[in-house]
C-alpha cells in the first residue's frame, strides 16, 4: 500500500507537465471541501488533493537531478540501475499524467479512515467532458502496476471511487459526517497543487488522550492534552516546481493551546538540535532546524518555506545519501582493483616460473596495468603511492589459496577491510576481524612451512 501512496499521491508529481482540463473543477476550498464531503465520516482523519493539472514534472524532476550525484564522478555516480530506475519512472508518470488530463481528469483525492487503515481510497471527481471509461481505465492501469489488489471502483454520482473492493463497498453506504473543518483546513492549505489535511476527530483525540497521557519530551513529560487539544486541524499545501513553495499550518482550540503546541514543538526541535546522531548526518543541523521552526499566529501556528529554502533544506538530506552513494561506489571499486591486482600477480608467476613479484608495482607493470589501480578511491592517496599491504612475496604458484595475497592498507575505508586471497576473490570484512584473518592465514603458512607475518605486513 505504501507503494500505492508514493504514486498516486507522490508520484504523479514526477512526470512531464500537462495541459489543463477543461470543464468547470471546483477551484475554491469551500468547493473542494463540498466535493469531498459525501466520502467523509466520522472515522476520517486525513483528505489529500492533488491537482494533476498543476503539477510540473519536467520541473520537478531537472530539481530532483541537480540534487544527485554527477554521472561524470565515477565515485559518486548513483549504480546504473537506479538511473535507469528513475529515468523509467519519469516517463511512466510522464504518460500517465498525460492520459489523466486527457480524459478530462484533474482533482485525485485520497481519503485516510481509520475503518480501512492501512488502506484508503481515491475519489476522482467527473466533469461534464470527462471520458469515464477512459478514467476508469487508467486507475486499473495504476492499481495494477501498484499491485493493488482485490480492486474495486465504482461510479457514485459525479465522483469515481476506487481502492481495495471491500473499501469501495464500504464507502458505497457510507454514511457522511458533518466536518466544518474541511473547508478551513482546505482554505488553510493555501490553494497548492499538492494539499494534504489532518482532521482528527474529538473522539480520535480522547482516544489518543487515554493511551498516551504523556509525551517524553525533555526532562518533564507533558500532558498528551497539549497535543490534542493543540490540532484542530492541519494542513500542508506543496506548490509545483519551477516555483516551489511549501505552506503548513496548524488550527489550534484557542491562543492559548496554540501557545502550548508551540512548546512541544520547540521541545522537540531542541532534542533534534542536540542529538549527536543527527548533528553527525546533518553539518548544518542547527540552520535546518531554524528554517523547520514555525510561528504562532493568535490561535494558529503556521510555517512558510520559499523556494531557496527548500533547496537548502533538500540539500542537507540529500548529502548523507550522496555521502553513502560515494562510499558503496569506493568500496565497490577498491575491490575491484584488488582483484586486479590479483591477476596482475597470476600473471607475473606463469611468466616467472611460479615466483611472485617482488612488489606490486612491479606485478602492474609487467601486467601492463595503469599503476593508479594501487591507489584505493576512499585512501586520499596520490597515484605513485599504493594503498595496499602485499603478503605474498614468499608466495609460489599452486600454494593453499586460502593465503592472503594483499589487503586494504589500515586507514582506507573507516570500518571495513577488502582481502585478496591467492585464487583471485576478494573479502570484504569489518576492521576488527582482520586480526582473525591473519590469524588464520598464519595457521596456514605454518603448516606449508612459511614463516608467519603480523598484521601489517
Known amino acids: 500500500m505504501k507503494r500505492y501512496t508514493a504514486i498516486i499521491l507522490t508520484g504523479l508529481l514526477l512526470g512531464a507537465a500537462a495541459p489543463a482540463a477543461t470543464g468547470q473543477a471546483p477551484s475554491t476550498p469551500a468547493q473542494y471541501a463540498q466535493t469531498i464531503a459525501p466520502f467523509v465520516d466520522d472515522q476520517t482523519f486525513a483528505v489529500a488533493?492533488?491537482?494533476?493539472?498543476?503539477?510540473?514534472?519536467?520541473?520537478?524532476?531537472?530539481?530532483?537531478?541537480?540534487?544527485?550525484?554527477?554521472?561524470?564522478?565515477?565515485?559518486?555516480?548513483?549504480?546504473?540501475?537506479?538511473?535507469?530506475?528513475?529515468?523509467?519512472?519519469?516517463?511512466?508518470?510522464?504518460?500517465?499524467?498525460?492520459?489523466?488530463?486527457?480524459?478530462?481528469?484533474?482533482?485525485?483525492?485520497?481519503?485516510?479512515?481509520?475503518?480501512?487503515?492501512?488502506?484508503?481510497?481515491?475519489?476522482?471527481?467527473?466533469?461534464?467532458?470527462?471520458?469515464?471509461?477512459?478514467?476508469?481505465?487508467?486507475?486499473?492501469?495504476?492499481?495494477?502496476?501498484?499491485?493493488?489488489?482485490?480492486?474495486?471502483?465504482?461510479?457514485?454520482?459525479?465522483?469515481?471511487?476506487a481502492g481495495r473492493k471491500e473499501t469501495v463497498e464500504r464507502v458505497r453506504s457510507l454514511t457522511a459526517a458533518n466536518r466544518p473543518e474541511l473547508s478551513a483546513a482546505f482554505a488553510g492549505a493555501g490553494d497548492a497543487a499538492i494539499e494534504v489535511l489532518l482532521i482528527p476527530t474529538r473522539d480520535q483525540r480522547r482516544v489518543i488522550e487515554e493511551m498516551l497521557p504523556s509525551l517524553p519530551l525533555g526532562p518533564q513529560p507533558l500532558p498528551s492534552s497539549t497535543l490534542t487539544r493543540g490540532i484542530s486541524w492541519a494542513s500542508l499545501g506543496i506548490k509545483s516546481p519551477p516555483a516551489l513553495a511549501i505552506h503548513a499550518a496548524i488550527q489550534s482550540e484557542d491562543a492559548a493551546s496554540a501557545e502550548a503546541l508551540q512548546g512541544v514543538i520547540g521541545a522537540a526541535l531542541g532534542l533534534a538540535r542536540t542529538h549527536p546522531e543527527l548533528r553527525k548526518v546533518f553539518a548544518n543541523l542547527d540552520r535546518m532546524i531554524d528554517m523547520l521552526t514555525p510561528v504562532q499566529r493568535a490561535d494558529r501556528i503556521v510555517l512558510d518555506l520559499e523556494s531557496k529554502e527548500i533547496d537548502v533544506l533538500l540539500g542537507e538530506l540529500f548529502r548523507p545519501?550522496?555521502?553513502?552513494?560515494?562510499?558503496?561506489?569506493?568500496?565497490?571499486?577498491?575491490?575491484?582493483?584488488?582483484?586486479?591486482?590479483?591477476?596482475?600477480?597470476?600473471?607475473?608467476?606463469?611468466?616467472?616460473?611460479?615466483?611472485?613479484?617482488?612488489?606490486?608495482?612491479?606485478?602492474?607493470?609487467?601486467?601492463?596495468?595503469?599503476?593508479?589501480?594501487?591507489?584505493?578511491?576512499?585512501?586520499?592517496?596520490?597515484?605513485?603511492?599504493?594503498?595496499?599491504?602485499?603478503?605474498?612475496?614468499?608466495?609460489?604458484?599452486?600454494?593453499?589459496?586460502?593465503?592472503?595475497?594483499?589487503?586494504?592498507?589500515?586507514?582506507?575505508?573507516?570500518?571495513?577491510?577488502?582481502?585478496?586471497?591467492?585464487?583471485?576473490?576478494?573479502?570484504?570484512?569489518?576492521?576488527?576481524?582482520?586480526?582473525?584473518?591473519?590469524?588464520?592465514?598464519?595457521?596456514?603458512?605454518?603448516?606449508?612451512?612459511?614463516?608467519?607475518?603480523?598484521?601489517?605486513?
Request: aromatic share 8%.
Open 321 to 457: 545519501l550522496l555521502f553513502e552513494v560515494r562510499r558503496e561506489n569506493q568500496l565497490a571499486q577498491c575491490m575491484n582493483r584488488l582483484r586486479s591486482i590479483g591477476s596482475a600477480i597470476l600473471a607475473y608467476q606463469e611468466g616467472h616460473q611460479g615466483q611472485s613479484p617482488p612488489d606490486l608495482k612491479t606485478a602492474l607493470k609487467e601486467a601492463d596495468i595503469n599503476e593508479a589501480v594501487l591507489v584505493c578511491p576512499a585512501s586520499g592517496d596520490a597515484v605513485g603511492q599504493v594503498s595496499y599491504v602485499y603478503r605474498g612475496l614468499d608466495l609460489k604458484a599452486g600454494c593453499p589459496v586460502e593465503l592472503i595475497l594483499a589487503y586494504d592498507r589500515p586507514g582506507n575505508h573507516p570500518n571495513m577491510v577488502h582481502v585478496l586471497f591467492v585464487d583471485g576473490h576478494v573479502e570484504r570484512t569489518p576492521k576488527d576481524l582482520m586480526q582473525t584473518y591473519i590469524e588464520k592465514d598464519n595457521e596456514i603458512r605454518r603448516r606449508n612451512q612459511l614463516p608467519e607475518k603480523p598484521l601489517g605486513q
Open 49 to 161: 488533493r492533488l491537482d494533476v493539472s498543476r503539477v510540473d514534472i519536467e520541473a520537478i524532476f531537472q530539481k530532483l537531478w541537480g540534487f544527485l550525484p554527477d554521472p561524470s564522478d565515477s565515485d559518486a555516480a548513483l549504480p546504473e540501475d537506479v538511473t535507469v530506475a528513475l529515468q523509467t519512472a519519469q516517463l511512466l508518470v510522464a504518460q500517465w499524467q498525460q492520459v489523466f488530463v486527457q480524459a478530462g481528469g484533474r482533482d485525485i483525492y485520497g481519503v485516510y479512515s481509520m475503518n480501512d487503515v492501512p488502506y484508503f481510497f481515491v475519489a476522482v471527481p467527473l466533469s461534464a467532458q470527462a471520458n469515464v471509461p477512459m478514467i476508469k481505465s487508467w486507475l486499473a492501469t495504476v492499481a495494477k502496476a501498484c499491485d493493488i489488489g482485490p480492486f474495486g471502483q465504482e461510479r457514485i454520482g459525479d465522483v469515481l471511487v
